[in-house]
């Protein structure tokens, strides 16, 4: 049977998923989770070539972003191998893949060769740089996108050199661009007939995604430093100490910021010239942020949590990862779906960020062991009995 058993709002539509590692398997797990037949597409088993990228196949990683998809087994160095990839491209919807920029054209499953053969087919393609250009054959890892991304050099205290962000940005953004981008073309498709391709890489998305940093630059001529947890350009919004720990607190704008005093019993922060408009307060944030510091680690996150909430002003604790899925409206938001592994029982993935009304997205099987479908798969084009041993014994599946 097909993923989500042909349930969902893209269970129309067949993939083939030849990414590894993160980038691009997030973009495949985009359409796997609102039903698509996602056909992960692996190599053959092979004793002598260690652990793969991607860490652990029961770890917590690759269980969380392969869910939903079904795994063949399939070497597309192998002549047979080739044609049976063929055959599944003839009737797909789309192809994901993530190889180096020459690697797929000397297994000659580039995007010319396979719109010969499916002119509807959309191609998608994720790279560390960009399939052409000057260092279009660097292999590309996410922490190096986010230093020429610029990502590293506004993260971090002022002064302290760079820093990485704690999750892989540059990946997982490439994955949601790319993924968004097949979405375009599979639209497009219903008025021409035909398909694209698609193309994103890490250095492209982690340089969209600096967003207003960027802005900052390009329309002001300014280059934006490090600014620890102070925002860079909204103040006071930060970190402020407690009696038990930390909260955030975004007081932007003259109206907030005068709730924050009043909720703070400040009158003298409200009257203060150094603090009266956005201007003065930028210039002295670090005053501002010392004063309002004295009087938030006379309570409780929790109990200031609850005022500043009471009088308006944005605000909120500073959750390590158990503690955020211990909250009550991440529970509510159903951020941690269970799904049940026939060896590691009854697990939980991160679900979706994403509601829709009707048609909402389902975590309905957990990421397949290598060839797990294989059979069934090469079955629905009618490769069975005696020609699968063969094609097995010869090390083509």
Request: proline share 7%; with cysteine.
């Amino acid at each position: 049977m097909s993923n989500s058993a042909g349930q969902g709002p893209l269970s129309r539509f067949r993939v083939l998923d030849l990414t590894r590692v993160r980038a691009g398997p997030t973009a495949a797990r985009q359409l796997a989770d609102w039903g698509a037949d996602v056909i992960k597409i692996e190599t053959p088993p092979d004793p002598a070539a260690g652990e793969e990228m991607g860490g652990p196949r029961h770890g917590p990683d690759f269980q969380n972003i392969h869910r939903n998809k079904r795994s063949l087994t399939l070497n597309l160095k192998a002549p047979e191998g080739l044609e049976i990839f063929k055959r599944l491209v003839a009737e797909a919807d789309v192809v994901v893949e993530n190889y180096r920029p020459d690697v797929k054209h000397r297994l000659g499953i580039d995007y010319d060769s396979l719109r010969a053969l499916n002119p509807r087919l959309v191609y998608a393609s994720i790279s560390g740089f960009g399939q052409d250009g000057p260092y279009a054959g660097r292999p590309g890892f996410d922490q190096i996108a986010q230093g020429m991304g610029g990502l590293m050099s506004i993260t971090g205290l002022p002064g302290q050199g760079p820093v990485r962000a704690g999750i892989p940005v540059a990946d997982l953004t490439a994955g949601l661009y790319c993924a968004l981008g097949i979405m375009i073309a599979l639209l497009e498709r219903e008025v021409s007939g035909q398909g694209q391709w698609v193309q994103s890489s890490l250095l492209q998305a982690q340089v969209a995604m600096l967003d207003f940093q960027a802005a900052r630059w390009l329309i002001g001529g300014e280059v934006p430093p490090q600014a620890g947890n102070n925002h860079p350009t909204s103040i006071p919004t930060g970190v402020f100490k407690t009696a038990d720990g930390h909260i955030n607190i975004a007081a932007a704008g003259g109206l907030i910021y005068t709730r924050l005093c009043e909720a703070l019993g400040a009158d003298d922060l409200a009257g203060d010239p150094r603090f009266a408009d956005a201007a003065s307060r930028s210039r002295n944030r670090d005053a501002l942020n010392a004063r309002i510091e004295e009087i938030t680690v006379t309570r409780n996150s929790g109990e200031w949590v609850e005022l500043l909430d009471e009088a308006g002003v944005p605000c909120g604790p500073i959750y390590a990862i158990d503690d955020m899925f211990a909250d009550p409206q991440v529970q509510h938001l159903g951020l941690a779906q269970p799904v049940e592994h026939p060896d590691l029982g009854r697990i939980e993935v991160v679900g979706q960020a994403v509601d829709l009304s009707r048609t909402p997205s389902a975590i309905t099987r957990p990421t397949p062991e290598r060839g797990e479908q294989t059979d069934e798969i090469l079955g629905e084009l009618g490769i069975e009995g005696d020609e699968l041993g063969r094609l097995r014994d010869g090390g083509v599946i």
